[in-house]
């Protein structure tokens, strides 16, 4: 007979999502087991950049999420404070620069579409982005300045989340869920009154008896350079239709993040990092003269409306927190506080409840 352990809840993942799901429900007094193939924010929490910035991922016909967004940004500092760690948490705000005229057509109108959504952000002129960033290009053709976003390192959240003391079983990864739990690879057995779905881009398969959500990975690819410590290359997250450049204040540049159909490929590619090099250098040019550090390829959840997937599904004690696309670390707070509140049966909060699995047949009975 395999060997078999009990607990009040199982979390299928330790990636961010899964890691601050465990944490907020441990909170709550619940005993919780977190369960991975890999070793904790190996996946996609590693490879991302962090951004926490709702108004600038807005998108036209995204108004719900874009509501979720900014509830989960609200939630950031007080979640940051809890964790009680140096997480390189920026309140930087954000520039979106026109590097050509091309560029500045597509951001007026979106900075029209920001405005019409009530959101905080200002159209600048070249000259005035360029007070603000001396260091962006001559050619910069203006601007939006969306002064409220801001941008964490992921792994020094997950390290956060891991130094809380949580229980991990790592290198085993979950095969099949039923009522009574869920069954590892190696044949252990854990069970469990409720099980928390947090594989990533995972999630959709591959987990005997799940029905198959319609999540797919999403490809990103992302440079990690290096700056000397007393210039800085940018003040504020720097972002063009191409890229986002941002400094995590220690030396550090991150430029990303490319979004490629590639399956579950995660080899880094030289058309990837020229193009993001390229778009970089279009707008702050002095990144040609920062160390090369390296270059990862991660892989998003995304589903088919690019909205995430929180919420019960129809098995009995099974809830989902996955398909997040490109808000995971943004959302992991609200993530966190929704799965806390339906694991102790309570109210999640409002803004979630339009991304229940409901919408793709997985609702529950």
Known sequence: MPERSGHDVVVVGAGIIGLACAWRARQRGLSVLVV????????????????????TEAEFGEQELLRLNLEGLELWNEFADDLGAELHH?????LVVAADRDDAEELHRLHEFQRSLGLEVEWLTPSECRRLEPALSPRCGGGILAPHEQHVDPVAVVSALVG?????????????????????????????????????????????????????????QILALRRPLDRPLAEYLVRTPRCYVLDRGDGRVVVGGTMEEQGFDTRVTVDGVYRLLEAAWEVLPDVSELQFDGARAGLRPGTPDN???????????VIWATGHYRNGVLLTPITAEAVAELLTGGEPPAAVSPFTPERFGVGVR
């Not at 920026?90 to 954000?94: D, E, L, T, V």
């Not at 909205?307 to 004690?317: K, S």
């Open 36 to 55: 991975d193939g890999d070793a904790p924010g190996s996946g996609s929490s590693s490879v991302a950049a962090g951004m926490l910035a709702p108004v």
């Open 90 to 94: 920026r309140r930087s705000g954000a």
């Open 164 to 220: 809380q003391g949580l229980d991990i079983v790592q290198g085993d990864p979950a095969v099949a869920v039923d009522e009574q739990g869920v069954r590892l690879r190696s044949g252990v057995a854990l069970e469990a009154d409720q099980v928390v779905i947090a594989a990533g881009c995972w999630s959709g398969s591959g987990i005997e008896g799940l029905p198959e959500l319609p999540i797919r990975p999403i490809k990103g």
């Open 307 to 317: 909205l995430p997937v929180i919420g019960r599904g129809e098995q009995r004690g």
